[in-house]
């Protein structure tokens, strides 16, 4: 069931009603009917494949939790979090070795056909939400959920269960099991996130997608001026595409009296690669930090106990060997593929240049005295952190890395790169992809206008933002939002770009 679709809006609408309706000790079970009715939706064959992951990692958790012996509660955990990502791959991952497979064994029309298998909508998602689940009750911070119904709202609650948030155990439970009562502010703020999602994903996303979609579906005649365009709107889709699911997500549990965690804060804005992260897909690269890079950093540092190795300090090999095997898995996580791979790599690069550079960049700034121009200093580096990110969307976007070279190569190099701008072809390519030019250059200015919206008024508690404007305006704020949503939108026809992940 998608979020953009009627049925979902119909469905949300009789759940919230009757959750509230409903008597606190009965509710888990609606959560759990109507997340497994909204997961069976499109697919109700891989229900079953998600009753047997959390069924699995419910018993694992119990076992983990009975277990007194710290070595046996390490190797159950090893196993729990082994299962999982075999579980994970072998579904994420079948359809990519089986055509390796196929064309390396038969090459050209071998006797052997294809198999293909679909891929479970959230599998990384809730297998991430999983091994959390199971860390957490190894390290002590949570205990193991005996409540079978309760565990399993927790791994498949219906609004993060497809694209996350990646909720931690110790944070959502609780939730479950604390008594609440209908809040009638918190309702209507979990509308207007709502409200606002829909308009990130209908109105600008899925407009942008039209001009992106069809230049990376191009067969080669586009110049560098109309690839450069594709790739930084692309830039713009995910990131009002992802948001804009979150929103929805976050916004509906709010309604429902939960708390999500936050997954995005106006990425775009930052100051660096690393800070990049701690903007983008939060519950994700904290995951990553946590369950991954900091353990590996860990177990190196116990066994590099020299302060140097080779030609550099420990601690710069420790950092880099950790973020690149970190960030290769997060490229490996998002799909099959040499473009994912380089995709993380590149960002592993980044991270790792920068973290050796750190001290050249600082005497850099201070001989330019460009530290001391504090606005042109900090609009350089949110420049120069876009352009790098923007790089990294070609090899994302891509279908293969020959198309990624070729559209690098397009956009450097030749006389129809973007060192020769051509508008006039930018122009009749908004065009040839079905779109108003009028209409699509108001989609490009309600970017920024969406920027400084989100950075005053869709925050809660709301002290500051809409709830302080005069009625008039908050109410008008709303309408149009509606009537552009109402206006550019098309229902049931656009997934959100994550659901293939």
Not at 43 to 70: C, E, H, K
Not at 241 to 255: H, L, T
Not at 354 to 374: Q, S
Not at 461 to 474: C, H, Q, T, V, Y
């Amino acid at each position: 069931m998608v979020f953009t679709s009627v049925a979902f809006l119909v469905f949300f609408s009789v759940i919230a009603t009757t959750y509230w309706l409903m008597p606190f000790r009965l509710r888990w079970i609606l959560l759990l009917a109507s997340s497994l009715v909204f997961y069976a939706w499109a697919t109700p064959v891989y229900t079953l494949v998600l009753a047997v992951s959390v069924l699995f990692n419910y018993m694992a958790g119990i076992w983990i939790g009975r277990t007194q012996d710290p070595s046996r509660r390490k190797y159950i955990l090893i196993a729990g979090i082994v299962v999982n990502l075999v579980f994970l791959a072998s579904f994420k991952y079948f359809n990519a070795l089986s055509l390796m497979v196929r064309e390396h064994l038969f090459p050209g029309d071998g006797p052997v056909s294809f198999l293909a298998i679909a891929v479970p909508l959230g599998i990384s998602f809730f297998t991430f939400s999983n091994i959390s689940y199971l860390i957490e009750v190894k390290r002590g911070t949570v205990p193991a959920e005996r409540h079978a119904g309760i565990f399993s709202v927790y791994v498949i609650f219906f609004p993060k269960l497809i694209m996350g948030p990646i909720e931690r155990p110790g944070h959502f439970i609780p939730q479950l099991k604390s008594p609440s009562v209908f809040s009638y502010d918190q309702a209507v703020s979990g509308i207007r996130l709502m409200l606002w999602g829909y308009f990130k994903k209908l109105v600008i996303a899925d407009q942008l997608g039209r001009f992106v979609d069809n230049a990376y579906m191009d067969a080669g005649t586009a110049g560098g001026s109309v690839w450069f365009t594709a790739t930084v709107l692309y830039a713009f889709q995910i990131y009002m595409d992802f948001s804009g699911y979150i929103d929805i997500a976050r916004g509906g549990a709010r309604v429902l009296g939960f708390d999500l965690l936050p997954n995005f804060n106006r990425p775009y804005l930052s100051k660096s690669i690393r800070e990049f992260w701690t903007r983008w897909h939060i519950t994700l690269s904290q995951w990553l930090r946590d369950y991954l890079f900091l353990p590996l950093a860990y177990s190196l540092s116990r066994r590099m106990k020299s302060e140097r190795f080779l030609w550099g300090k420990t601690d710069k090999w420790i950092y880099s060997i950790s973020i690149t095997i970190t960030f290769i898995a997060c490229g490996i996580w998002h799909g099959v593929g040499w473009t994912y791979f380089a995709w993380g790599g590149l960002f592993a690069v980044y991270l790792v240049v920068g973290f050796l550079t750190e001290g050249a960049k600082r005497r850099f700034y201070k001989r330019t005295r460009l530290i001391e121009v504090g606005w042109l200093y900090n609009s350089l580096q949110v420049i120069v952190t876009f352009f790098l990110v923007w790089f990294t969307w070609i090899f994302f976007r891509s279908a293969t890395m020959e198309q990624a070279f070729a559209i690098i190569s397009r956009i450097f190099a030749g006389n129809r790169s973007i060192f020769h701008p051509d508008f006039i072809s930018v122009y009749r390519f908004i065009g040839a992809s079905g779109l108003n030019p009028v209409e699509f250059l108001l989609v490009i200015l309600l970017i920024p206008i969406a920027g400084l919206f989100e950075k005053y008024f869709t925050e809660f508690p709301m002290e500051k933002g809409l709830s302080r404007l005069p009625a008039i305006a908050r109410w008008g704020i709303y309408y149009m939002l509606v009537l552009l949503i109402f206006y550019f939108g098309k229902y049931d026809s656009n997934a959100f770009i994550y659901f293939q992940f």
